[in-house]
């Protein structure tokens, strides 16, 4: 069956009925599937890339879910990090990793942002972050110049945009069900995605 398009605001209220900690492990998760994407950038542009001020600022986030008390000047330390290192798309060629590097950074950031603020829009954001990115690269490697209905049928049809549907509606399940969020719950929510190291676009 095929899942419909994603539904931004069905999500914000799915996700406005859950607790703080189990909206920030939704946003965390897909952030885990949309890493790897910015090594596909790096991978072009090995000497204008650096993945370890997202990773870091991913793992932090991870490490507040578990308890850890991460000063609030921290958290804007580590966004300020991982702003430093999406690309600026006036400074590279018209690439599509340029934007999915912007996507996997960015994503982070609405973490740290909402940590934060409380801001359940960020989480919502992040849930775009990633089926944009799919679509985006859905388009690329199906030669879509341009958006027409059938075009966008296409899109939502691909086994990878599915894929990603199908895989947000699971970890709001699994978030809904984590009543008892202890460290060992939260570290196989954690490590859920299992996709060989790959993101959601089975990248780099």
């Known amino acids: 069956m095929t899942l419909p398009s994603f539904d931004e605001e069905h999500l914000m209220k ?8 189990q909206q920030l492990m939704f946003g965390a998760v897909c952030c885990e599937r949309l890493l790897p994407n910015y090594l596909a950038f790096q991978m072009v542009f090995p000497e204008r890339a650096n993945i370890e001020p997202v990773r870091c600022a991913l793992d932090s986030v991870w490490a507040v879910l578990q308890g850890e008390n991460i000063p609030l000047t921290t958290i804007q330390q580590l966004n300020d990090e991982c702003e ?11 690439n599509y990793t340029t934007t999915l590097a912007q996507d996997a950074c960015f994503s ?4 740290l942002d909402f940590i934060r603020t409380a801001d359940v829009e960020r989480m919502t954001q992040v849930a775009r972050y990633a089926i944009d990115s ?7 490697i199906e030669n ?11 899109i939502l049809s691909h086994p990878l945009m599915q894929r990603e549907l199908r895989q947000q509606k699971t970890d709001i399940e699994v978030v809904q069900q984590a009543v008892l969020l202890d460290g060992a719950s939260i570290n196989q929510l954690r490590h859920s995605w299992n ?5 959601n676009l089975d990248l780099p």
Not at 144 to 154: G, Y
């Open 134 to 140: 799919v679509d985006l690269y859905v388009g690329f």
């Open 108 to 111: 982070v950031c609405c973490l």
């Open 195 to 199: 996709n060989d190291g790959k993101s």
């Open 14 to 21: 799915v996700l406005g009925s859950l607790t703080w900690q």
């Open 144 to 154: 879509i110049h341009r958006t027409t209905p059938e075009t966008e049928q296409k």
């Open 84 to 94: 430093a290192v999406a690309p600026d798309s006036d400074e590279f060629p018209s």
